[in-house]
């Protein structure tokens, strides 16, 4: 199923400027972003806008996509564009938690043991193929990322902010792999499909290569740093300024109660689930250009924000029910507030 057009909707409804001048120049860095993303990427504005959603409200995003669209470039060009640190782990049946959080090292000239940093000790953290990873260090990511520490050997340490973890995974090659517990899926603001790009975009990602695209060379395709980690920091600031009316908040409940009540599905969204949406959906505002949410901001990010919350009941899934189906289903018939 096509992913709801996060990015295509930014137009739908003529924006309400915020007023700061400086609001607007922070603004303007994030949508320069896109473009220089763009310089490395054909399509996939979807996936782009969650992950510098993810970024605005401390949240981290799991892209779901076949092999070969794009999705470790992507990003990458965002790190790039944005200045930010980035480390990349290759999750394979063998790899340890201590691989990833880092580990205790014995110095023989000293007798002491000292703290050796693992990959996670960065801004963005690009987990390639998660679910490839025994489950076991699948979890060394839970405290990660959700208290923006590590400890090891009963001592925490912090890790730098921004930090956000983009997992990957592959929708149709199961054998071999070990599917994400619903605690740590639950730890993704958002999961977003990467479809296959349409024939014009695969037309123009096949004639960049035969113009001699490297995707391991984003310098020399012209991607460049519009914005950096303040200006993150300072974006977040300006995100938690987003009004919420009361109803809309009352509308974000009853979509999440609507899952739990719904027959299709056996497992609903839970309270956490309708806080990520309402936080994704002031994100998506301020991106907008806008300082108060709309209906049309929720619905928009609602089945990125919901879909890995839910689980269908197997009866559902023999008749070839879909989990976006049915949050389609919810979307239509839960009144919007006017």
């Known amino acids: 199923m096509t992913e709801p057009h996060i990015a295509a909707t930014q137009n739908h409804q003529a924006p309400h400027p915020l007023g700061d001048q400086a609001a607007h120049q922070l603004r303007d860095k994030f949508q320069q972003v896109r ?3 763009a310089k490395a990427v054909v399509g996939q504005d979807a996936a782009v806008t969650s992950v510098l959603i993810g970024l605005l409200v401390r949240g981290h995003v799991l892209l779901e996509g076949v092999p070969g669209v794009a999705k470790t470039l992507l990003v990458r060009a965002i790190s790039a564009s944005l200045s930010l640190d980035t480390s990349r782990v290759q999750f394979t049946p063998d790899l340890m938690p201590g691989d990833v959080t880092g580990s205790l090292v014995y110095d023989s000239k000293t007798g002491d043991f000292s703290f050796r940093e693992g990959p996670v000790f960065t801004n963005l953290l690009l987990a390639d193929e998660i679910n490839r ?13 959700e208290e923006r520490q590590v400890s090891v050997d009963g001592i925490s340490r ?28 639950d730890r993704f603001l958002l999961k977003v499909h990467l479809d296959l790009p349409h024939r014009g975009e695969e037309i123009e990602v096949i004639r960049r290569h035969a113009a ?5 060379d984003l310098a020399g395709a012209g991607v460049r740093a519009v914005a950096g980690a303040e200006d993150v920091l300072a974006a977040r600031a ?24 719904t027959p299709s599905f056996q497992l609903g969204v839970s309270p956490r689930g ?9 994100a998506w505002a301020w991106l907008s250009g806008r300082d108060f949410i709309t209906p ?15 689980s269908l009941r197997p009866e559902a899934a023999m008749d070839g029910v879909s989990i976006d189906d049915v949050l389609q289903s919810i979307l239509a ?4 507030p006017r």
């Open 212 to 216: 001699g695209f490297n995707p391991s």
């Open 238 to 261: 300006q995100v938690r300024q987003v009004a919420i009316a009361g109803e809309v908040l009352a509308y974000i409940v009853d979509l999440a109660r609507a899952t739990r009540e």
């Open 296 to 310: 049309d901001d929720v619905k928009a990010l609602a089945p990125a924000c919901l879909r890995h919350r839910v």
């Open 274 to 282: 309708a806080t990520a949406l309402m936080n994704a959906a002031r």
């Open 158 to 185: 912090a890790l730098p902010d921004p930090f956000l973890v983009a997992a990957t995974q592959n929708p149709v090659e199961y054998e071999g792999t070990y599917p994400l517990p619903e605690a740590q899926l």
């Open 333 to 336: 018939t839960v009144p919007v």
């Open 133 to 145: 990873t025994p489950p076991k260090t699948q979890a060394s990511l839970l405290e990660a990322m």
């Open 35 to 37: 473009g220089e993303v």
